[in-house]
């Protein structure tokens, strides 16, 4: 396995290439000339460092984190939660994870939303926290909607949860996006087709954890995330940094 400076170096056949067509937004920013190699310096071996004491007590419940007093987002309950490891399998702890989803209409909070589906008053969709020393994490939320989208004549997305993990280093840095095991939507998305091949697509779909379920509560959703190397976690659509 390449090496530069301690970061395995990534297996750029495993992700998506920049240029796929069928997604439409990639033809424009998608660059034209070959990257050029340059090895890490200290902008990219180090990062920004978070403590616990940036978070607020409901920062990983999405059911209440925006909600009025006494109120709850509409949708299914879950539990979504994983580890967080590099590339050789060991826990990253201590990082931020970030996340942030339509709601349980597939409809975003956002000035630009197109959707005709409603705003859920109770629903911000967006959530943080901070792995533990054993690199896991957890968040409780509402199973969001699928949503349609401008790309082709009747393009929509398949459920889905967006993830941004912080890392040790900018060398780190992913963004990624989490789909639900069993959601015939997946196979039918432009943006997961840029993926070269089902098994790298699987590695973006959380396994449905019926053990790890709480009765009358929620359903558990599984989703571990690689950091670099060959079978680092899909970037969503292109990779950012080394
Ligand atoms: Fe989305």
Known sequence: MTKTNGYAARDRSWHPPALTPLYKTSVTRSPRFAPIGAATSLSEETGPVFGHDILGAKDNDLITNFAAPGEMAIGPRIVVQGHVRDEFGRPVPHTLVEVWQANAGGRYRHKKEGYLAPLDPNFGGCGRCITDENGFYEFLTVKPGPYPWPNGPDDWRPAHIHVS??????????????????????????????????????????????????????????????????????????????
């Open 165 to 242: 993990v912080f890392g040790h280093s900018f060398a780190q840095r992913l963004i990624t996006q989490m789909y639900f095991e069993g959601d015939p939507m997946i196979w039918q998305c432009p943006i997961v087709g840029t993926i070269p091949t089902r098994e790298a697509i699987e590695t973006l779909v959380a396994k449905l954890d019926r053990p790890g379920s709480i009765p009358m509560n929620s359903l558990c959703y599984q989703f571990d995330i690689t950091l670099r190397g060959r079978r680092q976690t899909m970037f969503e659509n292109r990779m950012e940094g080394m």
